[in-house]
């Protein structure tokens, strides 16, 4: 398990190196694929099916392609290129170093094994014995907390003890998709041919 | 055992075994490794048979249809060597970059589409636990993984640095966006009727009188399996919808620069993908690996209740699942001939029908199909106060295997509205108290979880 993890986080973080690198937006989007799809495996490590087949479909199937359908539409030339100048190289690599320092820092001030205590003693250490679905529990069975979680419910919390009655992702998840609709007609709206009126 | 054959089972039998000569124990890392390299190996071996067999049969579907003399004279009996032969030639020719071409990605692109249309065969199982990774949404990350395959095309298309590659690889692009909306709503179809994404689960659930199967289940089912076998078949770039490699406008589309295994890459991954999307349906529609003869199935259940009551390794239920994987084949194989017959058939459409064809009907069309999909047991119930239109008793919801030792757990989802839709074992159970029960296993599961 240790060495698969080692794997796709090395590629994950070389994923990312090679698009800041690469001047070709095609190439980058290449590697942005490699990038995310070995994120997409990280999840799937840490039995997160569904978060990793979203990541898939959203991030690699949709909006990369949709990137490079772009590309393809609208570049002048035979392969776009971004130049970029020294100077901004430098802005940014201050910028991701900061970033990196600020990450870096936040995560070496946590105390994972008590933060894990802790999490453990709030959502209760998930039985092993126990076969809630089609699965054993050991094969990353997150769809069903995740569907209740969605519709309101969350089976992984003590609701009775008051600490946290979060109604689940109900709310947001509709937010979201009124959000999107609000969106789509918004797009289309500013798409549709404009129809001429003659004003008598 | 474990309800997949999978790793986990060939890993536990190799776990701290010795080596005979040498002495060594094998770490569980390595039974894991040792345990996912056979799958992988299993697994390519239908990746690589499946093209090869269905390039046979596309030929002799092709010549019969067509009157086309050649596949039906040559290559030993039957044909067969054609394949072979063709293998030969395509590894001897030369491995051209064209030198306008980003070759980095030219070259990448052939193994970007091969590879996602095998990594779908991870999820896609071929018979009762016969599946290498049996997650609990694999459709929808079979789905995913599937959709990958657009990229390798495109980016093959953008980087040729050719005008008709680029086509190819545009005309690819706007037709998979848009086709993958229906694909998914007409896979949740079934989804909703049978209450997992679990593609193993869909399937034992069909089991017994062809009735059961999803197809039959309801009419928005039956007509959603037509919808989703064009868009399949659509979505593998098939004819009449094959416009990204039309070779009547744009030489070759996409693979117009390739040659050698590069370009026949892109087929093996198609060919490949043509049979996972062909298995998805008859998973979702058809039954999968159930025969649809309600004897045949009895016995055949009864075989897979024996092998899983004993402990070991049983010969009987090894038997069933071998019979069941061999049904699942051929239902899929005859799906993938009638896209073959389809393709011989039907004349190509212009880029803007595609498009129309899926937009303007196929999306309004998987809409209705689904919001009737969902409206219908609720409707069946109120009316008729029955759960199904057959009067036969339906599959088990539960995998036989697992029914007898977690009966109680292992109950329908909870929060799902109760049971309407969904096959109850228990036939002298009346309706109402099959509802009470559920919900009230559903709060045991909650109280559980605490």
Known sequence: MNSMFTIFALAACLGAVAVVVSQSIARMAFWLIVSLGSVAGLFFLADADFVGATQLLIYVGG????????????????????????????????????????????????????????????????????????????????????????????????????????????????????????????????????RRRDVA | MSITLAANSIAEALDGFTVPIVGWEIPTGIALSIAAIIHAVLLFHVFAVCPAAFIWLERKGSARIQDRLGPTRVGGRFGWLQSLADGIKLIQKEDLCPPVADAFLFKTAPYVVCLSSFAAFTFLPFSHGWVAVSADCGLFVMLAVLSLEVFGIIMAGYSSGSKWSLFGGMREAAQMVSYEIPLAICALIPVVAAGSLNLGEIGDMQGGHFGNWFMFHDPFTFVAFFVFFIVATASCKRAPFDLAEAESELVGGFHTEYSGMRWS??????????????????????????????????????????????????????????????????????????????????????????????????????????????????????????????????????????????????????????????????????????????????????????
């Open chain 1, 63 to 194: 909006t990369l392609v949709l990137l490079v359908f772009g590309i393809m539409l609208t570049a002048s030339g035979p392969y776009m290129k971004i130049e970029t100048s020294p100077a901004e190289t430098m802005v940014a690599g201050l910028i991701g170093l900061l970033f990196l320092f600020m990450v870096f820092s936040t995560i070496s001030g946590v105390d994972w094994e008590v933060s894990k205590q802790q999490i453990l003693a709030a959502t209760g250490r998930p039985d092993p014995d126990q076969v809630v679905g089609f699965n054993d529990n050991s094969e990353g069975n997150t769809l069903r907390p995740l569907g209740f979680a969605v519709l309101g419910l969350r089976p992984d919390r003590d609701l009775a003890s008051g600490q946290n009655t979060s109604p689940g992702y109900l709310l947001p998840f509709e937010i979201a998709s009124v959000h999107l609709l609000v969106v789509l007609i918004g797009a289309a709206y500013l798409a549709r041919a404009k």
């Open chain 2, 265 to 450: 890459y892109f087929f093996m991954g198609e060919y490949a993908s043509m049979f996972a999307v062909c298995g998805v349906a008859s998973i979702l529609f058809l039954g999968g690996w159930h025969t649809g003869i309600l004897g045949l199935d009895g016995a055949l259940e009864g075989l897979r209740a024996e092998g899983a009551a004993s402990a070991g390794f049983s010969i009987y239920g090894y038997l069933a699942n071998v019979i069941g994987a061999v049904v699942f084949a051929s239902k899929a194989s005859a799906l993938v001939f009638v896209q073959i017959w389809v393709r011989w058939t039907l004349p190509r459409l212009r880029i803007d029908q595609v498009m129309i064809t899926c937009l303007k009907y196929l999306v309004p069309i998987s809409c209705f199909l689904f919001l009737g999909a969902v409206v219908w047991p609720l409707v069946l119930v109120l009316t008729t106060d029955e759960s199904t239109l057959w009067p036969e008793p339906l599959g088990a919801r539960v995998a036989v295997g697992m029914a007898s030792e977690t009966e109680v757990k292992s109950a329908p989802v909870p929060v799902e509205l109760p049971d309407w839709s969904i096959h109850e074992p228990a036939a002298e159970v009346s309706a109402p108290d099959v509802e009470r029960e559920s919900l009230t296993v559903g709060l045991n599961n909650v109280e559980v979880r605490q």
